[in-house]
């Protein structure tokens, strides 16, 4: 493992749930690391859907100790707060990550378009990339999803981050050795991802469904499977991406796909026995079995999951149960 100590290390998105997790991760074990986040954080705007335009917090932030920007990726003169600082690595997780979203135009521009810039920016410094891609990118087609193959987004969201991908890949052509490192997340969860709302993971959903209503909807028959991945795996994704010597594109999952119902059947142990409604699903482009395929990864950059679905849902059961005490 590389010391991140003296190096400087910027994330975009930092003010969000991934991004905010990295961030502390730096405090705590690399002190002496110069962290600088760049987020737009979240404003009064909203999409169709009632979502915020952006999901950054403040609170994801209380207790960090590093510098702070405020600022829109998107944009050319807040870029250039970004260009005068002398970075070593940049964790790029800044995007409009809610897979609803319809506007195809902005979620290019935002996801793609906005990467394609700050790429330029990170190999003029000659720093590392670190990018989050998707599970999106493979869209419905067959787990266990591997890098290369079935690549067919169901969505905007999806096609944003393949293009990402698409446009790394034919840089990684002509120059290998390039540090520029995709990660393919399938389904995180874990701490700080409350003020996702709506779009946080069904983790914590069923959790607050559960303690508040002592029941919880699932679509039929919650059978439909998910590569569920706890937010300290994908920090050590992260971690063990910055380390690379040369550039790639790879999944982040735990490597196993889990059903909602076993997910319901974990949240039991917990939290008391709760009855389960099973309802029609609205949406035809469900992924219904996603599996990452990582392999690769552990190959390549030795990363290992560590934490199991029943692992996970008991590290995080605490604070789901202070989420909920905290909004009655
Ligand atoms: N959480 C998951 O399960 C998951 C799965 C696959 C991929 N990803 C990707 O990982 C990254 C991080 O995801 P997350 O779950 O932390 O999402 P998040 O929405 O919590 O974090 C994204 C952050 O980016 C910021 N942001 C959005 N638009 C911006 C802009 N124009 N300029 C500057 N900042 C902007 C937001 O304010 C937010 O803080 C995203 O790129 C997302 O697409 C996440």
Redesign the pocket.
């Known amino acids: 493992m590389q010391d991140f100590n003296h190096k400087t290390i910027v994330i ?2 930092g ?5 905010s997790n990295l961030a502390f991760y730096f405090q705590e074990f690399f002190p002496k690391a110069r962290v600088i986040i ?5 404003n009064n705007q909203t999409f169709a859907s009632g979502n915020p335009t ?3 917090h403040f609170k994801n932030l209380l207790g960090f100790n590093g510098e702070v920007i405020v ?4 944009s050319q003169e807040d870029r250039k707060n970004l260009e005068k600082i002398d970075f070593d690595i940049i964790f790029h ?5 809610d897979t609803t979203v319809m506007d195809q135009e902005l979620v290019m521009q ?1 996801n793609h378009l ?1 990467f394609l810039e700050l790429l330029q920016m990170c190999l003029q410094k000659k720093a590392v990339m670190v990018y ?1 891609s ?3 990118t493979y869209g419905n087609t067959p787990a266990p999803n591997s890098v290369g193959i079935g690549e067919q987004p169901e969505n905007v969201y999806g096609f944003s ?1 393949l293009m990402m991908d698409m446009s790394v890949r034919k840089i990684l052509q002509e120059n290998p050795k390039l540090p520029i490192v995709g990660l393919r ?4 969860y874990g701490e700080r ?1 409350f003020y ?1 709302g709506k779009t946080a ?1 069904m983790i914590l959903q069923l959790g607050l469904q559960a303690l508040e209503h002592q029941k919880v909807r699932l679509f039929e028959f919650g059978e439909q499977k998910r590569d569920f991945v706890y937010i300290k795996d994908v920090i050590q994704a992260n971690v063990v991406a910055a380390c690379a010597k040369k550039g790639g594109i790879y999944n982040v999952g735990s490597g196993v796909a889990r059903s909602y119902n076993d997910i319901v059947e974990c949240l039991k142990k917990h939290l008391g026995n709760f009855e389960v409604e099973y309802i029609p699903n609205p949406y035809s482009f469900f992924q219904t079995h996603t599996q990452a395929h990582i392999q690769d990864f552990t190959f390549d950059l030795g990363y290992e999951p560590k934490y199991s679905l029943e692992d996970g849902i008991e590290s995080y059961i605490p604070e789901i149960k202070k989420i909920f005490e905290e909004k009655r």
Do not use: P, Q
């Open positions: 975009t998105g003010a969000g749930f991934i991004g760049f987020d737009k954080f979240r952006s999901l950054g600022g829109d990726i998107n997780h800044a995007a409009i990550s935002t906005a989050a998707s599970a999106g981050k997340f399938f389904n995180v991802e996702k993971s």
